[in-house]
């Protein structure tokens, strides 16, 4: 099993409706966990970041933990076809003050 | 600010050619990656400085991939000899912390071709 997993879509989603992204992870990643952006031919750049069990919410975005199932997931509302881009999800490593872990990335499409 | 600064944007070269990349980290951070990202192995870090000291290079592939950070506004990451299989989106980023809410801030990456 990967140390941290995501679908790698690509997920299609209608303009307007609600997108959610989901990342898994194992046992020696579970301190923090972030998500990243990333559009065709760009660096990645940081939308939300959550360590604490449960929502936390920036505008249309909402990143959700539940340590128990060791997933993390990223909602995003009111989609936009600007939102349309790979969104990578990483990890960092239980005892590192810097490695992360990063998943392969979901490619999100959002249809007019 | 202008942000973390790479170059060159593109760089094709053959086997067997040195290839350096460059890196200007935002001023004032004191940690300085070093990533590759392809389709097939996705991002991964290669070595990572704190305050100009190189901390971790386990994720170098091999002897042939060597990275410096003479001072705090300058990094460089050598291959040489380059082969086709180094070809790859080669990311410099930097951090003014680690820590639970650590956030990266990425170059625009270079992008390696070697035939």
Same mark, same amino acid.
């Given at each position: 099993?990967?140390?941290?997993?995501?679908?790698?879509?690509?997920?299609?989603?209608?303009? =307007?409706?609600?997108?959610?992204?989901?990342?898994?992870?194992?046992?020696?990643?579970?301190?923090?966990?972030?998500?990243?952006?990333?559009?065709? =031919?760009?660096?990645?750049?940081?939308?939300?970041?959550? &360590?604490?069990?449960?929502?936390?919410?920036? =505008?249309?975005?909402?990143?959700?933990?539940?340590?128990?199932?060791? &997933?993390?997931?990223?909602?995003?509302?009111?989609?936009?076809?600007?939102?349309?881009?790979? &969104?990578?999800?990483?990890?960092?490593?239980?005892?590192?003050? &810097?490695?992360?872990?990063? =998943?392969?990335?979901?490619?999100?499409?959002?249809?007019? | 600010?202008?942000?973390?600064?790479? *170059?060159?944007?593109?760089?094709?070269?053959?086997?067997?050619?040195?290839?350096?990349?460059?890196?200007?980290?935002?001023?004032?951070?004191?940690?300085?990656?070093?990533?590759?990202?392809?389709?097939?192995?996705?991002?991964?870090?290669?070595?990572?400085?704190?305050?100009?000291?190189?901390?971790?290079?386990?994720?170098?592939?091999?002897?042939?991939? *060597?990275?410096?950070?003479?001072?705090? %506004?300058? *990094?460089?990451?050598?291959?040489?000899? *380059?082969?086709?299989?180094?070809?790859?989106?080669?990311?410099?980023?930097?951090?003014?912390?680690?820590?639970?809410?650590?956030?990266?801030?990425?170059? %625009?990456?270079?992008?390696?071709?070697?035939?």
């Amino acid at each position: 099993q990967k140390e941290v997993e995501q679908n790698s879509g690509p997920l299609s989603v209608p303009e =307007g409706a609600i997108a959610s992204l989901n990342c898994t992870y194992s046992d020696r990643v579970s301190q923090s966990f972030f998500w990243y952006r990333q559009y065709s =031919g760009k660096s990645p750049e940081l939308i939300m970041s959550i &360590y604490s069990n449960g929502d936390k919410e920036d =505008g249309r975005f909402t990143a959700q933990l539940n340590k128990a199932s060791q &997933y993390v997931s990223l909602l995003i509302r009111d989609s936009q076809p600007s939102d349309s881009a790979t &969104y990578l999800c990483a990890a960092r490593v239980m005892d590192s003050n &810097y490695q992360l872990i990063w =998943g392969a990335g979901t490619k999100l499409i959002i249809k007019p | 600010d202008a942000g973390v600064i790479q *170059s060159p944007r593109h760089e094709v070269t053959e086997m067997g050619q040195e290839v350096t990349l460059r890196c200007k980290p935002i001023s004032g951070h004191d940690y300085l990656f070093w990533y590759r990202q392809t389709m097939m192995r996705g991002l991964e870090l290669l070595i990572y400085f704190n305050n100009n000291v190189p901390i971790d290079d386990s994720g170098m592939p091999e002897d042939r991939f *060597s990275a410096k950070m003479p001072n705090a %506004s300058f *990094s460089t990451l050598k291959i040489q000899p *380059s082969e086709p299989r180094d070809s790859a989106v080669y990311f410099c980023a930097s951090s003014n912390r680690t820590g639970l809410n650590e956030k990266l801030f990425f170059g %625009s990456g270079t992008q390696l071709s070697v035939l």
